[in-house]
């Protein structure tokens, strides 16, 4: 290296070591590489320091990233499940809300049913009462035409309806005069004196019944 030649001959002719040892300028410059030295090795020893306490800081400042991130997380967790809960909440309300619209509809269609039926039982209990009212009219206009001794319809003839003196009315084949010309009212048991078979026919005729026979 031709550089190093001339320099090392260049030093060699400027500071060429004596008896005592190195020149003051050669002791000078030595003293300043040292201090030069010293303050190298002391600043790397503050950025070495600087580098562990920033490496310390970034681990604290990862560690407080991940504090964070978990709490984050958590915390989105948590909303996520609230959100869940409230959605949740809602789906149920809202099947409530129908199921009691549906209860409320089946109650209303219930009602009417049960309006309709009542409907029904009324107009069968008119029904049935002017049934029977009709039932109980024709029973009576029966028992009219009907002799109560011998249980035979009346008719114009032998078997008219005769009124006694007691009021009832029996046909004449029933009202039989006994030797005693006596006639007995077989509806009350009241005697009462006939002349003879011809006063029989004399006995008043229920003109109203003979109307019922047409
Ligand atoms: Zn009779
Ligand atoms: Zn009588």
Redesign the pocket.
């Known amino acids: 290296m031709p550089r190093a030649t001339t320099k090392a001959s260049k030093d060699g002719s400027d500071d060429h070591p004596t008896a005592a040892g190195p020149s003051s300028s050669s002791q000078h410059r030595f003293e300043t590489l040292e201090k030069e030295l010293e303050d190298l090795k002391a600043q790397k020893e503050k950025n070495t320091a600087e580098a562990k306490k920033i490496e310390q800081n970034k681990k604290l400042i990862e560690d407080a990233v991940k504090i964070e991130k978990k709490l984050y997380e958590r915390i989105k967790m948590e909303n996520d499940k609230q959100a869940l809960r409230l959605h949740e909440s809602e789906e149920n309300e809202r099947k409530l809300k129908s199921k009691i619209r549906d209860k409320d509809e089946l109650i209303r269609v219930t009602k009417e049913q049960i309006e309709d039926v009542s409907q029904d039982i009324k107009t069968e209990i008119c029904l049935n009462k002017s049934h029977s009212g009709f039932n109980d009219a024709q029973k009576l206009l029966q028992n009219l035409i009907i002799c109560t001794v011998c249980n035979t319809n009346f008719d114009k003839s032998d078997k008219a309806p005769a009124t006694?003196q007691?009021?009832?009315i029996a046909c004449k084949a029933c009202c039989n005069v006994k030797e005693n010309k006596i006639l007995i009212?077989?509806?009350?048991?009241?005697s009462m004196e006939i002349e003879d078979e011809q006063s029989v026919e004399a006995l008043p005729i229920g003109q109203a019944i003979i109307n019922l026979l047409d």
């Open positions: 006694l007691c009021g009832h009212c077989q509806s009350c048991g009241k």
